[in-house]
């Protein structure tokens, strides 16, 4: 007799993401995160901004359980504990800056269907959510075309088509427009405009994060500095240069004619 899993429950009425005291400690004992508090709601789009080495994407991979650090952290209630890594990943998708991290199949196909085939879905399951996750990101056709002979910004979308066809409920996307010419940064910040579900990026391009999310967290060395509207923070010259951040160009004009 084989011993049934049994599948954590989540909580529908529950903040998609509620940290308290967040920390984290890279093997050397240097200190990424020191106690980040904060609560994400549902359908919440929030960028995550802040210098180089501030613990942005370290705090991404927390999300999903690929790192597990000190404090309390639940995914719609769910706390992300070693028992409940499986489901939290399902519920989490991570997109990394760097596409060719998840790219590695053969074709597209099978790269956007690894996920939900790792989840045991059936080949008709799989089908319609590997259509669906391409058609989302504007790739349909691209089915039985390699990764090797697409641009890169073909491929960071092929990136999050391995997230979005495992249907999480929660995105989390590190830098999703770094390096992109300009008409695959314009599909992707549409994208994001359009999606129903929470979405958390790090990014340093706060045009975009301006465009895409309503509130913005700054972090520095490791701690939580601000969080608010995205409005009200991105027309703070003090606080954002104190941070080792600027203006975003759209704004700064419109400061200047004040």
Not at 112 to 121: C, E, T
Not at 161 to 168: D, E, I, K, N
Not at 199 to 217: G, N
């Amino acid at each position: 007799m084989t011993n049934k899993v049994e599948i954590p429950e989540i909580d529908e009425n529950a903040k998609a993401v509620r940290a308290e005291g967040i920390t984290f400690h890279y093997p050397d004992g240097t200190a990424a995160l020191k106690g980040l508090s904060f609560e994400i709601s549902q359908g919440e789009k929030v960028a995550i901004i802040g210098p180089n080495g501030s613990g942005k994407s370290t705090l991404l991979t927390l999300f999903n359980g690929v790192r597990q650090g000190g404090g309390k952290l639940e995914i719609l209630g769910l706390p992300v504990a070693k028992k409940n890594l499986i489901r939290i990943k399902t519920l989490v998708g991570l997109v990394f800056q760097n596409p060719d991290d998840q790219l590695f199949c053969p074709t597209i196909f099978e790269d956007v269907a690894f996920g939900p085939l790792n989840m045991g879905w059936s080949s008709e399951e799989v089908k319609r959510s590997v259509h669906s996750a391409l058609q989302d990101v504007g790739l349909e056709g691209f089915e039985q075309r390699s990764s090797f002979h697409l641009s890169f910004g073909e491929r960071k979308l092929a990136s999050i088509a391995t997230v979005l066809s495992m249907q999480p409920r929660i995105i989390a996307m590190d830098e999703p427009t770094s390096n992109l010419d300009l008409a695959h940064r314009r599909k992707i910040i549409r994208w994001i405009q359009n999606s129903p579900r929470t979405i958390l990026l790090t990014t340093h391009d706060l045009d975009m994060a301006l465009e895409t999310c309503s509130r913005v967290i700054i972090l520095n060395k490791g701690l939580l500095v601000s969080d608010g509207p995205a409005t009200e923070i991105f027309r703070n010259r003090e606080l954002l240069e104190t941070n080792d951040l600027e203006l975003p160009l759209r704004i700064q004009p419109a400061l200047l004619n004040i």
